[in-house]
Nanobody, 114 residues
């Protein structure tokens, strides 16, 4: 059974940064396009960023210029560096393939509030 484990969330003030991690086991993610998704209360889950096996990244307009998706294939981990966070970024963040075909992990909560 493949597991995705997200971590790195927390409570921060507007303008601060967080780095999220997504570890996959036992499969490798290096051959897949990976994505970070988020779900705010009352909203549907939305795609935030994707990264192809050739490291081509695409971002939602709402995070472009502030978020960066990267991967470490040796550690089978995908990261999301989030800078200049805004209250609107508050959500539970998940990683998965894109398109989605792995079971969802538990996600990691990001709360941006002053």
């Amino acid at each position: 059974q493949v597991q995705l484990v997200e971590s790195g969330g927390g409570l921060v003030q507007p303008g601060e940064s967080l780095r999220l991690s997504c570890a996959a086991s036992p499969t490798t993610t290096s051959i897949y396009t990976m994505g970070w998704y988020r779900q705010a209360p009352g909203n549907q889950r939305e795609l935030v960023a994707t990264l192809t096996p050739r490291d081509n990244a695409v971002y939602a307009d709402s995070v472009k210029g502030r978020f960066t998706i990267t991967r470490n294939n040796a550690e089978n981990t995908v990261y999301l560096q989030m800078n200049n966070l805004e209250p609107e970024d508050t959500a539970v963040y998940y990683c998965n393939t894109h398109p989605i075909f792995l079971p969802w992990g538990q996600g990691t909560q990001v709360t941006v509030s002053s």
